[in-house]
C-alpha cells in the first residue's frame, strides 16, 4: 500500500474551517484515501474515504487533486471535540486481505 | 447500540500470566481485526479474520492466539505475557465493502507488571 505524509503537527481556531493536507505521491489507481481519526483515550473513528471525486459527508470534507498525489480532508467548522490524532491512510478496498496500516497521523489542536 | 465492544477496558496482570481479550460486534460484519497500540501511539494490525477464518497474520509472537468462535466474536489469549504487551489493544470490524471503513472497539489496556 501507498505511504502518507502529514504534518506532525497543526492548531486552528474554534468555528474556523480546518484544512488537514496529506500527501501520497506513490498512490496506485485502486488505492483509496482514507480519513480516521483518534480522540484521546478512544478508538480509532472512520471520518471519509475517497477515490477520485471529491466526498462530504456530516462530518467533513474530502478533496482529492486530480492526479490523486495529495488530499485535503477540511473539517468545516472546527469544535474542541475535534481535538485528535488524524490519519491519512492509502489503502486498497479489495476483500479478505484489505488492512489498514496507520501511520504517526497529524495531532490536531482546536483552540478556543 | 450497534456497535464494537471490548472486555475487559482495563487489565492489570503480572508477567507470566495468561490472559484472554473478548470483542464482540453487532455489526453484521464479516471481517474482524486485532490492533495493537503501544506507548509510541502507533496503531499496528495484528490479525483479520473473515467469517472465522484467520486471513492476516502479522510478525506477531506465537503467544498471542486469536480465536473466532463465530463471525460476531473474536477473542484474543495471550499466553506468558512479558512486560513489552503492555498496550492498548483495539478490536475492529468492517463490512465486505467497506462503504463505511472499519468500526473500533474503545481499547483494553492491558499492563504487564
Known amino acids: 500500500d501507498a505511504k502518507t505524509t502529514q504534518p506532525t503537527s497543526m492548531d486552528c481556531a474554534e468555528g474556523r474551517a480546518a484544512n488537514l493536507p496529506c500527501n501520497h505521491s506513490?498512490?496506485?489507481?485502486?488505492?483509496?484515501v482514507y480519513w480516521y481519526r483518534q480522540i484521546h483515550s478512544q478508538g480509532p473513528q472512520y471520518i471519509i474515504h475517497?477515490?477520485?471525486n471529491n466526498e462530504t459527508n456530516e462530518m467533513a470534507s474530502l478533496i482529492i487533486t486530480e492526479d490523486r498525489k495529495s488530499s485535503t480532508l477540511i473539517l468545516p467548522h472546527a469544535t474542541l471535540r475535534d481535538t485528535a490524532v488524524y490519519y491519512c491512510?492509502?489503502?486498497?478496498?479489495?476483500?479478505?486481505?484489505?488492512?489498514?496500516?496507520f501511520g504517526a497521523g497529524t495531532t490536531v489542536t482546536v483552540r478556543a | 447500540d450497534t456497535a464494537v465492544s471490548q472486555t475487559p477496558k482495563y487489565l492489570v496482570t503480572q508477567m507470566g500470566n495468561d490472559k484472554s481479550i473478548k470483542c464482540e460486534q453487532n455489526?453484521?460484519?464479516?471481517?474482524m481485526y486485532w490492533y495493537k497500540q503501544d506507548s509510541k501511539k502507533f496503531l499496528k494490525i495484528m490479525f483479520s479474520?473473515?467469517?472465522?477464518?484467520?486471513?492476516i497474520n502479522e510478525t506477531v509472537p506465537n503467544r498471542f492466539s486469536p480465536k473466532s468462535p463465530d463471525k460476531a466474536h473474536l477473542n484474543l489469549h495471550i499466553n506468558s505475557l512479558e512486560l513489552g504487551d503492555s498496550a492498548v489493544y483495539f478490536c475492529?470490524?468492517?463490512?465486505?465493502?467497506?462503504?463505511?471503513?472499519?468500526?473500533f472497539g474503545s481499547g483494553t489496556r492491558l499492563t504487564v507488571v
Open positions: 475517497g477515490l477520485k
Open positions: 479474520y473473515n467469517n472465522k477464518e484467520l486471513i
Open positions: 506513490t498512490i496506485s489507481g485502486n488505492e483509496y
Open positions: 491512510i492509502v489503502s486498497r478496498k479489495s476483500s479478505n486481505d484489505y488492512k489498514l496500516s
Open positions: 455489526l453484521g460484519h464479516d471481517t
Open positions: 475492529a470490524s468492517s463490512h465486505p465493502d467497506l462503504a463505511h471503513g472499519y468500526t
